[in-house]
């Protein structure tokens, strides 16, 4: 009778460790990123410039004053506007929020609150402007004055974009 021989190879026992995923090292080239990588994503520093505070764009208030207009529009409706100016652009930010506030007064409108942002990184390019200042404006006027600021808007090449909405009562 023919015997059946099979020769067998001794088991090795195996750990958890060389059966489970490769472990991150710090060191391995294959995880690490460089430093401009890291800066890239995190919004490193910018060379866009220096940045504008929102106190430096706000104008100054002397004793007693206060931001918002006690000013009765006859008719008038609570908006607000909000808009973004180019950030790099010198007196971009002033020279627009003084003509606005002029269109509104010559209108018989009041000017309630402004709030200017510092330059920010937009989420996307607009007309590949990266940066840009936030102005958000509440005032009270009539409902012909929207037409005439939103042409304002359209025609000021310093304005990114704009948006004026109604504020519920």
Known sequence: MAENTTATAPV????????????RNEGSSQYQRSDRDRSDRSGGERSAGPRVMATDLLPELGE????TSDKEVSNGR???ITYIVQANVANAVEETQERVKTLI?????????????????????IDKKTDGVYVVINARFKKDLTTELDRFFKLEERVLRHVILREDA
């Open 78 to 80: 609570a908006y607000e």
């Open 12 to 23: 090795e026992e195996t750990t958890a460790t060389e059966n489970s995923a490769p472990e």
């Open 64 to 67: 007693g004053e206060a931001p």
């Open 105 to 125: 007064e010559n209108a018989e409108g009041a000017l309630d609150n402004v709030r200017v942002s510092e330059a920010r990184r937009l989420a996307y390019p």
